[in-house]
T-cell receptor, first 120, second 113 residues
Framework: EAGVAQSPRYKIIEKRQSVAFWCNPI?????LYWYQQILGQGPKLLIQ????????DSQLPKDRFSAERLKGVDSTLKIQPAKLEDSAVYLC??????????????????FGPGTRLLVL | KQEVTQIPAALSVPEGENLVLNCSFT??????LQWFRQDPGKGLTSLLL?????REQTSGRLNASLDKSSGRSTLYIAASQPGDSATYLC????????????FGKGTKLTVNP
């Protein structure tokens, strides 16, 4: 089974420029997440999609960040304009909900390799 | 607001040693707790997931425990190997249908040959 794919792997831009990241989730996974991981920190959820609808974008800086998931498959995260503090690794994850032991549902998130962004 | 803390931030041990990584969380109303491994330049790999009703989970040389009432979890690694060197992240999922994970900052583990 192919994993979560992300591109580009690395990006260097100057502040006030725009940048876009792409994510292709695991086939059949209805839920897709974008996380921001600043150096030395744990990942922070930016936005969660269920199919092509937004479930949670409470921590997305909407004045400069936008994301879409057309047709409920691939997703794009955009930053416009970028700031120095946006330098981070942007991780995409996808998940599905399946039955675990004892009849309880369990959801496992699978992460892509991330896109490392440096804003100069 | 849920906060997750991991201690220590970094740990260096000789090969073969048993070790414990600690994770604490402020809100005990969690659905589950998960331990991840992150290698440099790579994404996260799930190691163990403990449901809120469980006390521990084991996978090979790894054992994770959960004490929900005290807001603590530990990850025990037996007979550590250089290949275990990585950053280990703890994450909790809130109950009530939310799928959101709240992560700690991680513990960077170095196992020296």
């Amino acid at each position: 089974e192919a994993g979560v794919a992300q591109s580009p792997r690395y990006k260097i831009i100057e502040k006030r420029q725009s940048v876009a990241f792409w994510c292709n989730p695991i086939s059949g996974h209805a839920t897709l997440y974008w996380y921001q991981q600043i150096l030395g920190q744990g990942p922070k959820l930016l936005i969660q999609f269920q199919n092509n609808g937004v479930v949670d974008d409470s921590q997305l800086p909407k004045d400069r960040f936008s994301a879409e998931r057309l047709k409920g498959v691939d997703s794009t995260l955009k930053i416009q304009p970028a700031k120095l503090e946006d330098s981070a690794v942007y991780l995409c994850a996808s998940s599905y909900r399946g039955l675990a032991g004892g009849g309880r549902y369990q959801e496992t998130q699978y992460f892509g390799p991330g896109t490392r962004l440096l804003v100069l | 607001k849920q906060e997750v803390t991991q201690i220590p931030a970094a740990l260096s041990v000789p090969e073969g040693e048993n070790l414990v990584l600690n994770c604490s969380f402020t809100d005990s109303a969690i659905y589950n707790l998960q331990w991840f491994r992150q290698d440099p330049g790579k994404g996260l790999t799930s190691l163990l997931l403990i449901q809120s009703s469980q006390r521990e989970q084991t996978s090979g040389r790894l054992n994770a425990s959960l004490d929900k009432s005290s807001g603590r979890s530990t990850l025990y690694i037996a007979a550590s190997q250089p290949g275990d060197s990585a950053t280990y992240l703890c994450a909790v999922k809130k109950g009530g249908g939310s799928e959101k994970l709240v992560f700690g900052k991680g513990t960077k583990l170095t196992v020296n040959p």
